[in-house]
């Protein structure tokens, strides 16, 4: 085993629903507070309990990291089904921790597994020559590919615990988490503090389960005293002092909040309702000793209210959001069309997961990008912005709430399940650069014109202002909200809400457009949009050593920003452009060919629900750049 | 596995996801904690004639090795010869704590 790693990538795998989320925050906060760069996808099934999860990490000493990727220096198994699943994961001379309790199971002794799965697994265990049991599995790793196996008994370990604070034995099962922490823990050589501090930040509010789970570690500790630090990780280096430890969705949250939300409403489906439920835990905050909000957060029966609550709170004056996904956002079109029409400032944050329809609701997906710049019928003018890391995420949402006020627009903000859900350790963001701009208003009056067509963007005063009417409807309608059909209102009327797309373009800055990273006379151009911006720009590390290539993170997805885009590949040779998305049509090439014309032929594409990782991204370029592919589709991940 | 282990017990209810751990009915009183290897004086084996009893005064069982509930005789049949069947099972109130949301 080697020693004083940089990195280490790790997953922690068992059924869903006991214990693996736990395991993940106590470890994540533990490391981070040890200074150490960590990310964590977490992997689930939609069935809520019992199939098989995990979390996929990648800590680092020397940066925060912005991507995983395999192999994994440690795998941490809760149940078997980890060990069938992940063996193949394990770095050559990794570490695999299992229960010994498990060791004679056999893949058919796994009900949660999938009949395809046993099958696939069956089969490359037996290409390997391995008998498919837990025993065998790990017996193959440990003399073909130097893995060293770590054999807990997880009953008697937990018996121990369980006796010496007398637990209830309804509860035993709590102490499964623990134990997985503690093991990684120990093999990292993590400092007991440090442990401490992870088990005290997650269970706050019941210290006795921070001790009980301390004297878990401790026994643990001393049992494996011979493998401490084995897999120990250099001193962090990053030295950013106070990090956030946050989901997509925890940030999307804050930022609501810090940008001054006043109605979120939503319908909860994943991976969406996490961050109202962020919101509602902080409706009622405070700044400098001074009430903020409260946020007003509305679970509705439906998402045709959450929509359509949401236009009434921003017509009303609040700064106003709904959150969904791809289903929900398929009953908020009819009120995103409506919002259209009446010019109405709402932001719809947009968590893409897999469809078609329920499709997998907990694995991710970008396929819902021409959904959201053209779903709708009639035209008008919308904006559709997407981030590509944490960090992103936060500005944005603050920057879709100014731009849905100063341009009276409704404003998709584009994610996806992948940042939604995963952990990582962020610095804090910069509160001081923020800006609110909260657009043109008035204070209405007997004479206000609502639609007034002497501007694009006519001043908004707030249903309820004094001596003020105005009138909303879905017709076409004039100045006063009037419902109208004559031809020349119509034609005056319905260009003023669409010319906004221009002045949208013309005054949006090129850095809320578009990122570009890397070299900019590069050999290949690599075209991507929200969570693949970490993989990618790994990737273009990694092979900056042999090739000169560029990142353009498109973050403006509607209007599109055509104009940026041609002047950083307009002399690029179309072969040595390369779209990644992911979705099957890789749908970002299809946008750029209808608003640039430019054809991408050159793409990557992923639709397992799973996240690309680094491996197989650096080499998915590899095959495009040495070996002419055209379209290369990933499918790693369990 | 031996059928004379606390699992084959009428008195045990494994935890549904680790059924290693579990609770003694008879012990839970007197703070009991998780399956032994050894068995005690009040084992009383979870033969087809206790489960069927079980299963006609509750309604239902769980077989731990497919993780399924069974709701008839015909289906207990065919369970008991190879699989765990328990006339019931422990989850830990805090479940919800560790599930993200599903729909």
Sequence with gaps: ?638 | MSRKSCIHCMYFKPNVHYPYLGLCVLKNEQGSTVETAEVCENFKEASLGELKRALESQGWLYCITCRKTITDEEELESHVKNHIVVSGVVIDEAISEEAPLGD
């Excluded at chain 1, 623990?178 to 823990?185: D, E, K, Q, T």
């Excluded at chain 1, 045709?304 to 609040?318: D, F, K, P, R």
Aim: aromatic share 8%.
């Design chain 1, 1 to 638: 085993m080697v020693s004083l790693l940089m990195e280490i990538g790790i997953v922690l795998g068992g059924p869903q629903g006991a214990g693996l989320e736990t395991s993940m925050h106590v470890l994540a906060r533990a490391l981070a507070r040890r200074g150490y760069g960590v990310i964590a996808d977490r992997e689930y099934y939609s069935n809520i309990t019992g199939r098989h999860s995990y979390i996929h990490m990648l800590i680092s000493s020397i940066r925060l990291p912005r991507s995983v990727r395999y192999p994994v220096e440690i795998l941490a198994s809760m149940d078997a089904e980890t060990v069938f699943v992940h063996f193949s994961d394990v770095a050559e001379n990794g570490i695999i921790i299992y229960d010994g309790g498990q060791a004679s199971k056999s893949v058919d002794d796994v009900p949660s597994m999938e009949g395809y799965t046993k099958d696939r697994v069956r089969g490359v265990l037996t290409k390997l020559g391995v008998e498919p049991t837990v025993r065998s599995v790990v017996s193959f790793l440990e003399k073909d590919r130097g893995v060293t196996p770590i054999e807990i008994s997880f009953a008697s370990e937990i018996r121990k615990v369980v006796n010496m604070f007398r637990i209830d034995p309804r509860q035993a099962s709590r102490y499964v988490s623990g134990l997985i922490v503690s093991a990684v823990a120990i093999v990292l050589g993590l400092e007991d503090k440090f442990v401490r501090y992870g088990f005290e930040q997650q269970f706050r509010e019941r210290r006795h389960l921070a001790e009980q789970n301390m004297a878990l570690y401790e026994i643990l500790r001393d049992s494996m005293a011979n493998l401490r630090g084995i897999a120990k990780l250099s001193d962090p280096e990053i030295g950013l002092g106070k990090v956030m430890l946050v989901t997509g969705n925890d940030m999307v949250a804050l930022a609501k909040i810090v940008g001054g939300l006043r109605y979120q409403s939503y319908y909860p489906i994943t991976p969406a309702a996490d961050e109202s439920f962020t919101i509602e835990k902080y409706e009622y905050s405070e700044l400098n000793g001074k009430a903020v909000g409260p946020v007003i957060v509305m679970q509705t029966e439906d998402e045709i209210a959450a929509m359509s609550s949401a236009i009434g709170a921003a017509l009303a004056g609040a700064r106003s959001a709904t959150a969904t996904s791809g289903p929900g956002f398929d009953l908020m079109v009819e009120g995103l069309s409506w919002a259209g029409a009446n010019e109405v400032p709402v932001v719809i944050t947009f968590y893409q997961r897999g469809g078609p329809s329920t499709g997998q609701p907990t694995r991710g997906s970008q396929s819902d990008l021409m959904s959201t710049v053209f779903a709708s019928h009639g035209e008008f003018a919308r904006v559709v912005i997407s981030s590509g890391d944490h960090m992103e995420a936060f500005y944005d949402t603050i920057e879709a709430f100014n731009i849905a006020e100063k341009y009276q627009v409704p404003v998709i903000h584009l994610l996806d399940k992948f940042l939604a859900n995963t952990i990582a350790s962020v610095p804090t963001p910069s509160i001081e650069m923020l800006r609110i701009d909260r657009g043109a208003t008035s204070p209405g009056g007997l004479s206000y014109k609502r639609f007034d067509l002497s501007s694009l963007v006519s001043p908004r005063a707030y249903l309820g202002s004094e001596n003020t009417v105005m009138w909303y409807s879905g017709d076409e309608h004039d100045e006063y909200g009037h419902i109208v059909e004559d031809p020349e209102i119509r034609v005056k009327m319905y260009s003023k809400r669409i010319e906004k797309m221009r002045i949208i373009l013309e005054e949006t800055p090129t850095e809320i457009k578009m990122g570009i990273y890397g070299d900019r006379d590069a050999d290949y151009i690599i075209i991507g949009w929200g969570s693949v911006k970490g993989v990618a720009l790994d990737a273009v590390d990694i092979l900056s050593k042999k090739l000169r290539l560029c990142y353009i993170n498109i973050r403006l997805l509607w209007p599109f920003p055509q104009k940026e885009l041609l002047d950083v590949v307009r002399s690029t040779p179309r072969d040595r452009i390369i779209a990644v998305e992911h979705s099957y049509g890789v749908n970002i090439a299809s946008l750029i060919e209808v608003t640039t014309g430019i054809a991408i032929d050159k793409k990557v594409a992923k639709f397992t629900g799973r996240p690309i990782t680094l491996n197989e991204m650096v080499e998915a370029i590899e095959r495009i750049v040495y070996r002419n592919a055209d379209r290369v589709v990933l499918n790693y991940g369990a």
